[in-house]
């Protein structure tokens, strides 16, 4: 791939959500708006390198693949009522004002998440069809998101989209109980784009910030649309809370930097009030806190420790109690094991770990951890092997480099 066409697929990643969202309000198909927007970028790789890329290159990718929405509704004679109203998206006019409610928004970004996320469709589908469509993440990325087989992840995109055509489910935030019914998937789905954000499973970069910005937008405009629902505070504690370790996670060349080892006078403290402040909302009245308002505690006593040896690991591992009892996974159990190894030592951690195995033998993060806790009992040369184990199974170059590193330094250290 050349400079140019990686420029170009690059900002497309950047900017499919948006083009296919408001593509989407024109012809109420999401399967047929990513269609549209990916021949907007066809277009785009056709005759960028030949015409030079424009003054505005984001506006030339929607306004093409917003023209080629009208045109699609133009050939349609049963959309034939429909003109006016498309004609004034083609001049980036705002569609016409809804009916006023006091629970509307205007977010086609929000409105595609809910749409993709409409009960008509299995979870695991709903998840799969967002994290493509809002998260630009590739088929592979989900699935190792979702811990789910790529054919599998496949699968689940194009029969949900099928599905949502076949349903004529209508391009809406939706009110009361059915807002409601959907709740726990858009929550799901804007934490999973966060997380990709804040750590890439794939690629060249340990950040995709764009991601983890447009993740806490969403959260904060859920927010505002539902103030009763504790969990939405609880995620958006969570991720203001994480977003305010951005510029402290990687180094002056953009090698990964590990939560011990950050400068902690970098973390965003502006952030991290918000994060308080959501918190604080997530449990008014006594309310117990969800699985995300649990995961945004135990962020917060991170980030009241004013140096990594500061943590309070006991609270921390009284908080993945409660968060394993609510939603028990390997991967929580396997954040777990880290509280346990600070609390309880890397003996005690290593078996839980151990135990984790089966479950996540072809998840990165459980050889790095056992290699943690080898070198802390002594053990180099198992850790070793344990890091270049999770080297061969990280698929973002920068972290394959971190742990390929840390494994070299074992090895100079034994000679």
Same mark, same amino acid.
């Given at each position: 791939?050349?400079?140019?066409?990686?420029?170009?697929?690059?900002?497309?990643?950047?900017?499919?959500?948006?083009?296919?969202?408001?593509?989407?309000?024109?012809?109420?198909?999401?399967?047929?708006?990513?269609?549209?927007?990916?021949?907007?970028?066809?277009?785009?790789?056709?005759?960028?390198?030949?015409?030079?890329?424009?003054?505005? =290159?984001?506006?030339?990718?929607?306004?093409?693949?917003?023209?080629?929405?009208?045109?699609? *509704?133009?050939?349609?004679?049963?959309?034939?009522?429909?003109?006016?109203?498309?004609?004034?998206?083609?001049?980036?006019?705002?569609?016409?004002?809804?009916?006023?409610? =006091?629970?509307?928004?205007?977010?086609?970004?929000?409105?595609?998440?809910?749409?993709?996320?409409?009960?008509?469709?299995?979870?695991?589908?709903?998840?799969?069809?967002?994290?493509?469509?809002?998260?630009?993440?590739?088929?592979?990325?989900?699935?190792?998101?979702?811990?789910?087989?790529?054919?599998?992840?496949?699968?689940?995109?194009?029969?949900?989209?099928?599905?949502?055509?076949?349903?004529?489910?209508?391009?809406?935030? =939706? $009110?009361?109980?059915?807002?409601?019914?959907?709740?726990?998937?858009?929550?799901?789905?804007?934490?999973?784009?966060?997380?990709?954000?804040?750590?890439?499973?794939?690629?060249?970069?340990?950040?995709?910030?764009?991601?983890?910005?447009?993740?806490?937008?969403?959260?904060?405009?859920?927010?505002?649309?539902?103030?009763?629902?504790?969990?939405?505070?609880?995620?958006?504690?969570?991720?203001?809370?994480?977003?305010?370790?951005?510029?402290?996670?990687?180094?002056?060349?953009?090698?990964? *930097?590990? &939560?011990?080892?950050?400068?902690?006078?970098?973390?965003?403290?502006?952030?991290?009030?918000?994060?308080? !402040?959501?918190?604080?909302?997530?449990?008014?009245?006594?309310?117990?806190?969800?699985? $995300?308002?649990?995961?945004?505690?135990?962020?917060?006593?991170?980030?009241?420790?004013?140096?990594? %040896?500061?943590?309070?690991?006991?609270?921390?591992?009284?908080?993945?109690?409660?968060?394993?009892?609510?939603?028990?996974?390997?991967?929580?159990?396997?954040?777990?094991?880290?509280?346990?190894?600070?609390?309880?030592? =890397?003996?005690?951690?290593?078996?839980?770990?151990?135990?984790?195995?089966? !479950?996540?033998?072809?998840?990165?993060?459980?050889?790095?951890?056992?290699?943690?806790?080898?070198?802390? &009992?002594?053990?180099?040369?198992?850790?070793?092997?344990?890091?270049?184990?999770?080297?061969?199974?990280?698929?973002?170059?920068?972290?394959?480099?971190?742990?390929?590193?840390?494994?070299?330094?074992? %090895?100079?250290?034994?000679?």
């Amino acid at each position: 791939m050349n400079e140019s066409s990686a420029a170009v697929e690059a900002l497309y990643r950047i900017e499919s959500a948006k083009i296919i969202a408001v593509v989407t309000r024109i012809v109420r198909d999401v399967g047929i708006a990513e269609e549209l927007a990916q021949d907007a970028l066809v277009a785009a790789l056709e005759q960028w390198p030949r015409d030079g890329v424009p003054a505005k =290159p984001a506006a030339w990718l929607m306004s093409t693949a917003k023209h080629r929405a009208v045109d699609l *509704v133009r050939r349609k004679e049963t959309y034939a009522r429909k003109l006016a109203e498309v004609g004034r998206a083609l001049t980036d006019v705002p569609p016409p004002p809804e009916p006023a409610d =006091p629970e509307d928004i205007d977010d086609d970004l929000l409105r595609l998440i809910f749409t993709a996320c409409h009960p008509v469709l299995a979870t695991e589908a709903r998840i799969a069809l967002t994290l493509r469509l809002l998260g630009g993440l590739t088929t592979e990325e989900i699935a190792r998101a979702c811990l789910a087989a790529e054919p599998t992840v496949a699968q689940r995109i194009v029969r949900a989209k099928r599905a949502l055509a076949k349903a004529d489910v209508p391009y809406e935030v =939706p $009110y009361g109980a059915d807002r409601a019914a959907r709740l726990d998937s858009v929550l799901e789905v804007i934490y999973l784009i966060f997380n990709e954000g804040h750590s890439a499973t794939a690629g060249d970069d340990w950040l995709r910030p764009a991601l983890c910005e447009e993740a806490l937008r969403l959260a904060r405009v859920l927010a505002g649309l539902m103030p009763a629902e504790p969990e939405v505070h609880g995620l958006a504690a969570l991720l203001e809370i994480q977003a305010s370790r951005t510029a402290a996670r990687t180094g002056a060349d953009g090698e990964p *930097v590990l &939560l011990a080892e950050q400068d902690r006078t970098r973390w965003d403290r502006l952030l991290i009030h918000r994060g308080y !402040a959501a918190l604080a909302r997530a449990t008014e009245q006594g309310r117990p806190l969800g699985p $995300y308002g649990l995961q945004a505690a135990i962020a917060a006593c991170h980030a009241r420790a004013v140096r990594y %040896g500061d943590t309070d690991w006991p609270t921390i591992l009284a908080l993945y109690d409660r968060l394993a009892a609510l939603t028990p996974s390997p991967v929580v159990e396997l954040n777990r094991a880290v509280a346990v190894s600070m609390t309880e030592g =890397p003996a005690a951690a290593l078996a839980l770990v151990d135990a984790l195995a089966p !479950a996540l033998k072809d998840y990165h993060l459980l050889p790095s951890l056992r290699a943690d806790l080898l070198v802390r &009992l002594g053990r180099p040369a198992e850790a070793r092997t344990e890091l270049g184990r999770a080297a061969a199974l990280a698929r973002n170059a920068r972290e394959r480099e971190l742990l390929l590193r840390r494994a070299a330094e074992l %090895g100079s250290d034994q000679a």
